[in-house]
């Protein structure tokens, strides 16, 4: 059944425009998936209202997942993976976040701070320009990239995950990978914050970089302690094994791409642009 909108309200139906299933009479939600049934046409009054909802308010999903995975991540993670789809922002969703934070800090890091913050760590560090060059290259390479590298990250770290934890049978690959989605997006999140508020400083942006490396570590073992109760010895070593097998196969991945990059002609004209600056400099 439709009738016909009037003015501020839309089409009166008597099915749920998200699962199609027949509404209750006078019904608020839909009893077969839970969505709030909309009356009012959009106005700025309440899109701005279903904004704070979700996103500004204390009980709005963004607030609440993004303190639940710092309080209890077992309640977000393990809550996912038991079906809970409502109380917090989806694992993809949130995901979705991180990529957009951190796409943010990629524009303005290449509109904005590039060159400056490149001449202020060469005059900090005191390398010569040839080095400095070298590392923005790789910066800007990485930071191009930077979406592919997340998305392809998130299936090895389960990957290695699931194989330290190959003992436990409580959680399969497709839920550890559930659990990177959440843990990797929310050192993400904060990481190129962080970054993105500090970025016209070159010492705190080597501050923050160097800090976000071992934060990725930290939580995700914080993460991991919660989700399997672990004692502080199984931590230690589950750890360790992770550390190792990661670190094996990152070696394996830059062996690769340094083929590949001797394939490209990319390390000749690295060389290349090296000897150059030296010549420049005498």
Known sequence: METKPSDGKLVVVSYCRNCFKNLAPNAAFCESCGAKIIKNRITTKNLLEDFNDRFLSIDGALPKTFIALFTKPEDVIGGYIDGVRKRYISAFGYFA?????????????KEYFLDTLFDQLALSSGSDQAQVDLTKKITVGMNEYQGLLSIISIPLLALISRIVFWNYKQFNYLEHVVI??????????????????????????????LVGMFGYIIYTGYVLKRLYNLNAASLILKTSLFLLIGSVLLLILGIVIGIVMVKLGMIDEMLENMQNAQSAKI
């Open 97 to 109: 976040l991180s990529l957009t934070i951190a796409g943010i800090y990629v524009f303005v890091i």
């Open 180 to 209: 990177y989605l959440y843990a990797f997006s929310h050192i993400n999140i904060i990481f190129y914050a962080l970054i993105i508020l500090n970025i016209w400083s070159a010492p705190l942006y080597s501050f923050f970089s």
